[in-house]
């Protein structure tokens, strides 16, 4: 009897059985679409399948073997070997699939501290399936790659009901990784490499807590405020510049703003309309990937009716001054008709003159002198 396949988690897969007692059941996988050889070691016996006297089509007894030429998935089920008085020999229960294809892995860090992997099967095996997820830090130089060979790789760590994904802690920034990704299931394993750096990886998580309010006195104005997301140690050497994005609900094209700060006011917002609002997020210098959008907020512009009505009320609760009557008496004043702006290019013109002939008389005495 052959030795299972071993994963890291306790999951193993049995082998193929066939033994002369009954045993609990064993699961044997076989490829798609292959031949089943299952021999019992008497001559004279009798196959049953899932308990009947009666084997899939296709498949026959030949001196003790039961032979599935071409096994298909309808052929899963128990089978048994039984003598002549319908004793059991031995059983065994057969499982089609096919064996693991290469996973395809993508890696993302939410800050510079720590990264995820995720990856997805590139097959449909059909059976009992687990993931060996392993990391090493590339060696750059011959004296990185001496110590390399005496270290162990670190396991990427994956968490109970997330079997398809991993994580790494502690994580340096200027390092290169290399994430080793193996599949295994009772039919054999497959792998893939992943080599990448944090600063290309680096993807913040969206920001949190978007606000968006009217501002009063402002008709087509809106303010928004935002937060860094909680997994982002704000230092100050490790800052986010944001993208916020809005449009009225009714149009469907996107406005983009970008900012340092945690709050932008946006100026031309459309009187009346209810506006969507998203904030985004990327490293200040550039590094990575821009995060998913916010959650959306939405709000009003102000109508700017309230700070006009006050106005209009006030002036109401006023008492008005007395009209004045006209006067039937001639004005003593005459009456000025000149254009104030031609009065001051008059001026400028005197002055102008002025300084041209205090020039000329400066030049004449200098030569006389």
Same mark, same amino acid.
């Given at each position: 009897?052959?030795?299972?396949?071993?994963?890291?988690?306790?999951?193993?897969?049995?082998?193929?059985?066939?033994?002369?007692?009954?045993?609990?059941?064993?699961?044997?996988?076989?490829?798609?679409?292959?031949?089943?050889?299952?021999?019992?070691?008497?001559?004279?016996?009798?196959?049953?399948? &899932?308990?009947?006297?009666?084997?899939?089509?296709?498949?026959?007894?030949?001196?003790?073997?039961?032979?599935? *030429?071409?096994?298909?998935?309808?052929?899963?089920?128990?089978?048994?070997?039984?003598?002549?008085?319908?004793?059991?020999?031995?059983?065994?229960?057969?499982?089609?699939?096919? *064996?693991?294809?290469?996973?395809?892995?993508?890696?993302?860090?939410?800050?510079?501290?720590?990264?995820?992997?995720? =990856?997805?099967?590139?097959?449909?095996? %059909?059976?009992?399936?687990?993931?060996?997820?392993?990391?090493?830090?590339?060696?750059?130089?011959?004296?990185?790659?001496?110590?390399?060979?005496?270290?162990?790789?670190?396991?990427?760590?994956?968490?109970?009901?997330? +079997?398809?994904?991993?994580?790494?802690?502690?994580?340096?920034?200027?390092?290169?990784?290399?994430?080793?990704?193996?599949? /295994?299931? +009772? %039919?054999?394993?497959?792998?893939?490499?992943?080599?990448?750096?944090?600063?290309?990886?680096?993807?913040?998580?969206?920001?949190?807590?978007?606000? /968006?309010?009217?501002?009063?006195?402002? +008709?087509?104005?809106?303010?928004?405020? =935002?937060?860094?997301? /909680?997994?982002?140690?704000?230092?100050?050497?490790?800052?986010?510049?944001?993208?916020?994005?809005?449009?009225?609900?009714?149009?469907?094209?996107?406005?983009?703003?970008?900012?340092? &700060? %945690?709050?932008?006011?946006?100026?031309?917002?459309?009187?009346?309309?209810?506006?969507?609002?998203?904030?985004?997020?990327?490293?200040?210098?550039?590094?990575?990937?821009?995060?998913?959008?916010?959650?959306?907020?939405?709000?009003?512009?102000?109508?700017?009716?309230?700070?006009?009505?006050?106005?209009?009320?006030?002036?109401?609760?006023?008492?008005?001054?007395?009209?004045?009557? *006209?006067?039937?008496?001639?004005?003593?004043? *005459?009456?000025?008709?000149?254009?104030?702006?031609?009065? /001051?290019?008059?001026?400028?013109?005197?002055?102008?003159?002025?300084?041209?002939?205090?020039?000329?008389?400066?030049?004449?005495?200098?030569?006389?002198?």
């Amino acid at each position: 009897m052959g030795e299972g396949v071993h994963c890291r988690g306790g999951v193993v897969f049995p082998p193929f059985s066939c033994i002369y007692m009954p045993l609990p059941l064993t699961p044997h996988p076989q490829p798609l679409q292959s031949p089943l050889h299952a021999p019992c070691s008497f001559s004279e016996v009798q196959w049953h399948w &899932n308990g009947e006297n009666v084997l899939p089509g296709g498949s026959f007894a030949q001196q003790g073997q039961l032979l599935l *030429p071409r096994a298909a998935l309808s052929a899963e089920g128990l089978y048994s070997c039984h003598d002549a008085d319908g004793l059991l020999f031995s059983s065994i229960s057969l499982r089609l699939g096919r *064996p693991p294809g290469v996973p395809s892995i993508s890696c993302r860090a939410p800050d510079f501290e720590n990264f995820s992997c995720s =990856w997805t099967s590139s097959v449909e095996t %059909l059976l009992p399936t687990c993931y060996i997820a392993t990391y090493r830090k590339r060696s750059q130089t011959e004296d990185e790659k001496r110590r390399a060979r005496n270290s162990n790789m670190g396991v990427c760590v994956q968490f109970p009901g997330w +079997p398809y994904s991993c994580t790494v802690s502690k994580s340096e920034f200027w390092s290169v990784y290399r994430i080793n990704v193996t599949e /295994v299931n +009772p %039919l054999g394993s497959n792998f893939q490499l992943l080599d990448f750096t944090m600063q290309a990886i680096i993807k913040p998580d969206p920001p949190e807590g978007l606000r /968006v309010e009217p501002v009063p006195t402002a +008709p087509r104005r809106l303010r928004a405020t =935002w937060e860094y997301p /909680v997994t982002w140690a704000k230092e100050s050497y490790f800052l986010l510049k944001f993208r916020l994005r809005y449009r009225p609900v009714t149009h469907s094209s996107w406005s983009v703003v970008e900012t340092a &700060n %945690l709050s932008e006011v946006i100026t031309d917002a459309v009187v009346s309309l209810e506006h969507v609002l998203q904030v985004g997020a990327k490293d200040f210098l550039d590094a990575g990937n821009w995060s998913e959008w916010s959650a959306e907020a939405r709000a009003t512009p102000t109508t700017g009716l309230t700070t006009t009505l006050r106005e209009e009320t006030s002036a109401i609760g006023q008492p008005e001054s007395p009209a004045e009557e *006209p006067s039937l008496a001639p004005n003593p004043q *005459p009456i000025d008709r000149s254009d104030p702006t031609e009065k /001051v290019a008059i001026l400028v013109s005197l002055g102008i003159f002025a300084f041209i002939v205090l020039a000329a008389v400066l030049v004449v005495a200098i030569l006389l002198w």
